[in-house]
């Protein structure tokens, strides 16, 4: 969506990506998270606890956001998830496209002159969430457990362990 990725994410304090927020201490990230952030090469930061500072122009924003979203699209009807996308895109793209009232521009030419600049490349490849475990002994029934259920692997892997 914005072409590339920032140097440092500020998140808020959801148990997907903080374990614990202590008042003293170091904070615990989600590992998933920091597996997350340091795929793309940006810092996981959460945000501080109670009332912080870093997402009051964000909150706002999403609220408008999804103010005038649901206001364009009330009256219309879609048949699937993939056209209800669509007009979503549509109506954040109209939103973003819009001149501010006060000041010349808007949201996307602010973004595409103060922001855009200081992104870096995405790797060409998307993350996946996953987990790596090895060395599996694969059965004569060709079946490796593991995380309390039971995978079939090729027959070609039965002589030696595997990965998964």
């Not at 202590?22 to 810092?43: D, F, M, Q, T, V």
């Not at 669509?86 to 808007?106: H, L, T, W, Y």
Request: aromatic share 10%.
């Amino acid at each position: 969506f914005f072409g590339g990725t920032p140097v440092k994410i500020v998140c808020d304090n959801l148990k997907t990506g903080v374990t614990l927020h202590p008042k003293r201490g170091e904070i615990i990230r989600n590992e998933a998270y920091l597996s997350l952030g340091g795929y793309y090469s940006a810092a996981i930061m959460p945000a501080g606890v109670k009332k912080p500072k870093q997402k009051a122009s964000v909150e706002g924003c999403v609220g408008k956001i999804a103010t005038a979203v649901i206001a364009k699209l009330r009256n219309d009807v879609f048949t699937s998830l993939a056209a209800l996308n669509a007009g979503i895109r549509k109506a954040v793209k109209e939103f973003n496209d819009k001149p501010f009232q006060k000041r010349p521009g808007s949201r996307r030419s602010i973004f595409e002159m103060e922001e855009k600049p200081y992104l870096r490349t995405l790797p060409l490849i998307p993350y996946e969430v996953c987990e790596w475990s090895y060395g599996h002994k694969v059965g004569s029934s060709s079946h490796i457990w593991w995380n309390k259920g039971q995978y079939s692997i090729q027959i070609y892997r039965l002589q030696g362990g595997c990965q998964i």
